[in-house]
């Protein structure tokens, strides 16, 4: 769900729509959002030399191809889900990332970098890779005063079920709480509302267990009544966002239920069971091992059961309506106070919380959308931690040093209108940008020609104002499968001459697969409305111009990307992918081959567009 493109200023989140990209300018991305299944797709064989598998660059026709790694690994993967196999799965992802590398089917450009300031008289966590929208602020300390004040962005709701940005989420998090968490943003899974949990040997039936000290706002304690209320809100409440979430696999936890003819799940046939006042036991359609970090999610938030009657069985105490922005009732160390509409949101401490309670009595949020409104109220101290809009920011003045989680921590100015020096954390958000292809409609040759004349930290320093960190993996750091160790020796290995743009690199590709600048080959990179977008497509355009590939540039409403995306009508373009919970397969799924078949896109198949399934070797499967 986070968003990365947006600087924690956040917009939406849902599947696919515009984000407000950092440098002043707009990116979209498919965002870690998807509904759909994905699906096996069809084999997709082609052997014609069209897509670089005709030897000419360096790929035997008779053994496998990097499509065949990848999907054998994907395949690995999905094949043992079980706890004890997480090494063998480990090992999987990293062989895919390895494939998509050496196919350069896609080439990573940047991974989104969020920034947050903070005057000195607060003490706050430091946040992680998920984002800050994760954080409880009952930990966070204001040395002289008894409220923390924050800006917000515009939100209407304060429904979990509907909470599809990460603005309404950091309200959300202080009211609600869920059965797991992230705590601060840092993607590592602990208990919140959960003590204990079985899984069986399958992996689809899990028991998970309650805390018994928990209270609502109200006074009535937690049960796993609740829980199955508010799970089944879900899928059954037609004001729900999130309902392909709790069905699906592996974008979701893949509970089971029936449908009727419309699709629409039946009600109370959501398989999760109370087998007794502080546990539930939930059937899935198949192993999940990723159910922990699935159900942190806010949509899965629990409020008393019969709260709210819009699911068969439940009048209500509340209309909808009132729950949506007047009322709330959660777990959670703040209470609601007051929600304003475009104005403003106060949260109010809650004495009786089962955990640590809140130094401060109340948290508001003052609801401002114009960047240099925003600054203004930060520079008078309004805003006790804020954001800083690119048009103020000088990297200059970050002092900054990177700790055991690769975030940058250290301070901030004085610097331009900041006439004093603040707090400072920089975090690589678990978010991918970057340029892919359609391998079916590319050649090889070409596609490591470009990755070869990239040079990242330039592109992210000129077009980005260096608020990014190079990417050169699709994976982010944060997620690496086998931690910061593993993913430095990954970079190691990067066979494109990292941190330089090498055009004779290139040059060398093209001319191995008779590629040169007397027969040269046109290509076209179609990037959405973005101006920084289309700023790094002309770098990429000169940096490979006179190698043999004549690169043209166009741009395209992200709808008709999109649409063009599906029907197989691209070669290369730009696209992003955003992480709601940091499960590796929730983001490589994209890149099995097999779900890449535009063919039989959108029913079937939710890939990158990447026609990844041609290039797949029909004696080697």
């Given at each position: 769900m986070p968003d990365p493109a947006n600087g924690e200023a956040v917009e939406s989140t849902k599947r696919r729509r515009l984000l407000g990209l950092l440098g002043g300018g707009a990116a979209v991305s498919i965002a870690g959002c998807s509904d759909q299944e994905p699906s096996d797709g069809s084999d997709g064989n082609d052997t014609d030399g069209e897509?670089?598998?005709?030897?000419?660059?360096?790929?035997?026709?008779?053994?496998?191809?990097?499509?065949?790694?990848?999907?054998?690994?994907?395949?690995?993967?999905?094949?043992n889900p079980l706890p004890e196999d997480e090494e063998l799965r480990q090992e999987a992802y990293i062989e895919m990332e390895e494939a998509v590398r050496d196919d350069a089917?896609?080439?990573?450009?940047?991974?989104?970098?969020?920034?947050?300031?903070?005057?000195?008289?607060?003490?706050?966590?430091?946040?992680?890779?998920?984002?800050?929208?994760?954080q409880q602020l009952n930990t966070t300390t204001v040395e002289g005063d008894s409220e923390l004040n924050l800006i917000a962005s515009t939100f209407d709701e304060l429904d979990p079920i509907m909470s599809t940005d990460t603005e309404s989420s950091r309200v959300i998090t202080?009211?609600?709480?869920?059965?797991?968490?992230?705590?601060?943003?840092?993607?590592?899974?602990?208990?919140?509302?959960?003590?204990?949990?079985?899984?069986?040997?399958?992996?689809?039936?899990?028991?998970?267990?309650?805390r018994d000290d928990v209270q609502f706002h109200d006074g009535t304690d937690l049960t796993a009544q609740d829980v199955k209320y508010s799970w089944r809100r879900t899928v059954e409440s037609e004001f729900s966002e999130r309902a392909g979430f709790t069905l699906n696999q592996p974008v979701g936890l893949g509970i089971d239920a029936e449908t009727d003819d419309d699709g629409n799940v039946v009600p109370d046939s959501l398989a999760v069971e109370v087998v007794d006042d502080y546990t539930i036991e939930i059937q899935?359609?198949?192993?999940?091992?990723?159910?922990?970090?699935?159900?942190?999610?806010?949509?899965?938030?629990?409020?008393?059961?019969?709260?709210v009657g819009d699911i068969e069985g439940y009048d209500g105490e509340v209309t909808h309506q009132e729950f949506s922005t007047e009322v709330a009732n959660g777990t959670g160390p703040f209470e609601l106070g007051e929600f304003n509409v475009d104005e403003d949101v106060t949260v109010l401490r809650n004495d009786d919380y089962y955990g640590e309670v809140a130094s401060v009595e109340s948290v508001h949020w003052e609801i401002i959308e114009d960047s240099q409104a925003r600054w203004t109220y930060a520079l008078e101290q309004n805003a006790d931690i804020f954001e800083m809009p690119t048009f103020a920011y000088e990297a200059s003045a970050v002092n900054a040093e990177a700790d055991d989680r690769g975030r940058q921590v250290g301070t901030y100015g004085p610097a331009g209108e900041l006439d004093e020096e603040v707090n400072y954390v920089g975090v690589s958000e678990i978010s991918t940008f970057y340029f892919a292809f359609n391998v079916a409609n590319t050649e090889r040759a070409v596609r490591q020609a470009i990755a070869y004349v990239m040079n990242k930290e330039q592109i992210v320093q000129e077009v980005f104002a260096g608020r990014g960190t190079p990417a050169?993996?699709?994976?982010?750091?944060?997620?690496?499968?086998?931690?910061?160790?593993?993913?430095?020796?990954?970079?190691?290995?990067?066979?494109?001459?990292?941190?330089?743009?090498?055009?004779?690199?290139?040059?060398?590709?093209?001319?191995?697969?008779?590629?040169?600048?007397?027969?040269?080959?046109?290509?076209?990179?179609?990037?959405?409305?973005?101006?920084?977008?289309?700023?790094?497509?002309?770098?990429?355009?000169?940096?490979?111009?006179?190698?043999?590939?004549?690169?043209?540039?166009?741009?395209?409403?992200?709808?008709?990307?999109?649409?063009?995306?599906?029907?197989?009508?691209?070669?290369?373009?730009?696209?992003?992918?955003?992480?709601?919970?940091?499960?590796?397969p929730y983001g490589m799924f994209q890149l099995e081959p097999r779900n890449t078949d535009t063919s039989t896109m959108p029913t079937q198949t939710n890939g990158f567009y990447l026609d990844w399934q041609t290039e797949l070797n029909e004696e080697a499967e």
């Open positions: 897509d670089g598998t005709d030897g000419e660059d360096g790929e035997d026709d008779s053994g496998p191809t990097n499509a065949d790694k990848a999907q054998t690994a994907w395949e690995r993967a999905v094949n089917a896609v080439i990573p450009l940047y991974h989104s970098l969020t920034e947050r300031f903070w005057y000195d008289y607060v003490d706050v966590p430091l946040t992680g890779a998920l984002g800050s929208h994760w202080q009211i609600y709480e869920n059965l797991t968490a992230f705590p601060n943003g840092v993607p590592e899974i602990e208990n919140q509302l959960l003590d204990e949990y079985e899984v069986s040997e399958d992996g689809t039936t899990w028991t998970l267990t309650l899935l359609v198949g192993p999940n091992p990723d159910v922990l970090d699935v159900i942190a999610y806010s949509s899965f938030a629990v409020l008393p059961e019969g709260y050169y993996s699709f994976l982010p750091p944060a997620i690496w499968p086998t931690g910061n160790d593993g993913y430095n020796d990954f970079l190691d290995q990067y066979p494109y001459s990292r941190g330089e743009s090498d055009p004779q690199g290139a040059q060398s590709a093209l001319e191995e697969a008779g590629i040169s600048s007397d027969d040269p080959v046109d290509m076209t990179l179609t990037t959405y409305e973005s101006e920084v977008f289309q700023t790094a497509g002309e770098l990429v355009r000169d940096l490979i111009s006179g190698t043999g590939v004549n690169l043209s540039l166009e741009t395209a409403q992200f709808s008709v990307l999109q649409s063009r995306g599906e029907d197989g009508d691209l070669e290369m373009y730009s696209l992003g992918w955003i992480w709601s919970w940091p499960a590796v």
